[in-house]
T-cell receptor, first 113, second 110 residues
Framework: SQTIHQWPATLVQPVGSPLSLECTVE??????LYWYRQAAGRGLQLLFY??????ISSEVPQNLSASRPQDRQFILSSKKLLLSDSGFYLC????????????FGPGTRLTVT | DAKTTQPPSMDCAEGRAANLPCNHS???????VYWYRQIHSQGPQYIIH???NNETNEMASLIITEDRKSSTLILPHATLRDTAVYYC???????????FGQGTELSVKP
């Protein structure tokens, strides 16, 4: 069966520090991969998605970047965190050209202080 | 922008059916209706999706009106563990992006 991992689960970082969040998927090949952010309360915002190694699409301009160095690995990064980067970061995967549902990881709660 | 409209909150008694409505009056012919839910501090969970026929799985039933402008997610016997935010989303089945609105916060009460 397929599983998706994210780490760390929680993170507290000072303003101006770098960030690296990792997401890995097991049990599937060539998945679509996604990074979402959920700021205060409800409402998920799609940040990045990837249809293959090295292929990244950005949905909103921001202080963050994403990379996909391996088929089932997706990394979210920042060189210098802002207070507004605080939130709940979720990674998701879907079957490439499949029937569309996405499967979400457990998330990383980031607090920038 | 989300293409759906949902009530912000609903209550349901434990053991009763929870009927969550969603309006999607601008849905196009190749767009499906998807439902997800998010339990507090967890990632969203896929529930069900459909195009025009009613669908049922082990979690819920999805009733889509004939004109496809609205739908209802039915949890037949709600439990306390069904307390969550429920999101109704329309998107193309192949590709497309999930655009989450504000959803409906369902509270199941004993």
């Amino acid at each position: 069966s397929q599983t998706i991992h994210q780490w760390p689960a929680t993170l507290v970082q000072p303003v101006g520090s770098p960030l690296s969040l990792e997401c890995t998927v097991e049990g599937t090949s060539n998945p679509n991969l996604y990074w979402y952010r959920q700021a205060a309360g409800r409402g998920l915002q799609l940040l990045f998605y990837s249809v293959g190694i090295g292929q990244i699409s950005s949905e909103v301009p921001q202080n963050l970047s994403a990379s996909r160095p391996q088929d089932r690995q997706f990394i979210l990064s920042s060189k210098k965190l802002l207070l507004s980067d605080s939130g709940f970061y979720l990674c998701a995967w879907s079957v490439l050209n499949g029937i569309g549902e996405q499967y979400f990881g457990p998330g990383t709660r980031l607090t920038v202080t | 922008d989300a293409k759906t409209t949902q009530p912000p909150s609903m209550d349901c008694a434990e053991g009763r059916a929870a009927n969550l409505p969603c309006n999607h009056s601008t849905i196009s012919g190749n767009e499906y209706v998807y439902w997800y839910r998010q339990i507090h501090s967890q990632g969203p969970q896929y529930i069900i999706h459909g195009l025009k026929n009613n669908e049922t799985n082990e979690m819920a039933s999805l009733i889509i009106t004939e004109d496809r402008k609205s739908s209802t997610l039915i949890l037949p016997h709600a439990t306390l563990r069904d307390t969550a935010v429920y999101y109704c989303i329309v998107k193309q089945n192949q590709g497309g992006k999930l655009i989450f609105g504000q959803g409906t916060e369902l509270s199941v009460k004993p």
